[in-house]
């Protein structure tokens, strides 16, 4: 018997294309960019390059804010020193906070550039009307207040402690058995809230970060949607690109930030990085054009 061909299975042609995984094409973005790009862009990934992106920020962020932390905590321990020995010992009760009995008011002191006023008893914090520094803090029986001194005689006033977050301190210091500080225990205190300020601290540096990173990928967006007419047509193409090609810069620019000592700002390292990676994927793909 003879057998008569299918031509449509004759016909028909089976294209078997192995999905890389994602680690594979996260390296060819480093390796050969144009490939891993390429390969991003077929099968839209885009969530490695963002989890290595926020991972990269954050960890920055966090070696960055230690590291200003730590340059800054010599110049409160000699503030603390300086002007501890006039407040000490400092009692905490009623939800308000105690200075010993050598202030004289007014209390105003200069120290490493910080100007500490001391409230009298019952008055609010506030700006104090005669400055010795460009920025300083006023403590109050009830409040702690943060100013700074701009250009143009403008001044900027930031409650670091308000009214009921003294109230819970003050419990709370109750509470733990430590209702009086003396210059030893006033000196661990600020370590503590030394420590404490790493994370706000990263918090701030991983928003600044973030923002440069938010401003240079609508800057790509927006400039191959104008340059560019085939990237109208494909906006999520155009979106898993330029996320992928914003990985490897990140990851130099916060490696740079982390470990290098202060010297560029972040900012400045990721547009350098942005730069240098935009012509190494020129430079391949003319290489591989005229090969």
């Known amino acids: ?23 594979a094409i996260l390296a060819a973005l480093f390796l050969h960019p144009t490939h891993g790009l390429l390969a991003a862009q077929f099968y839209s990934c885009w969530v490695p390059a963002l989890i290595c992106i926020l991972l990269a920020l954050g960890v920055a962020s966090l070696g960055r804010g230690c590291r200003m932390v730590k340059e800054f905590t010599p110049r409160v321990e000699n503030v603390v020193s300086s002007v501890g020995g006039d407040l000490v010992p400092i009692s905490f009760g009623e939800g308000r906070i105690f200075f010993g009995g050598k202030v004289s008011y007014p209390y105003t002191r200069c120290e490493e550039g910080w100007q500490i006023d001391v409230a009298k008893f019952g008055e609010e914090a506030a ?57 030893e225990g006033l000196k661990s205190m600020v370590a503590m809230c030394m420590v404490l300020c790493v994370p706000v601290v990263a918090c701030y540096v991983f928003l600044t970060m973030m923002l440069s990173m938010l401003i240079t990928f609508l800057m790509f967006w927006i400039a191959m949607l104008l340059f560019r007419s085939e990237t109208r047509k494909s906006k999520w193409t155009t979106f898993v690109l330029i996320m992928n090609c914003l990985m490897p810069p990140t990851l130099v620019a916060s490696f740079w930030y982390c470990f290098v000592p202060l010297s560029f700002d972040f900012s400045h390292v990721f547009l350098l990085a942005a730069l240098a990676y935009l012509l190494l994927i020129f430079f391949e793909a ?4 005229e090969a």
Request: charged share 30%; no cysteine.
């Open 1 to 23: 018997m003879q057998m008569i061909p299918d031509d449509n299975k004759d016909d028909e042609r089976r294209v078997i294309i192995l999905r890389p995984r994602r680690l």
């Open 286 to 289: 003319r290489r591989k054009a």
């Open 127 to 183: 700006v104090p009307a005669k400055k010795v520094a460009h920025q300083g803090l006023v403590l109050a029986n009830s409040s702690v207040l943060y100013w700074l001194e701009l250009e143009g005689n403008r001044t900027i006033s930031r409650p670091l402690l308000n009214e009921k977050q003294m109230a819970r301190l003050s419990n709370s210091m109750q509470n733990s058995g430590a209702s009086q500080l003396d210059m």
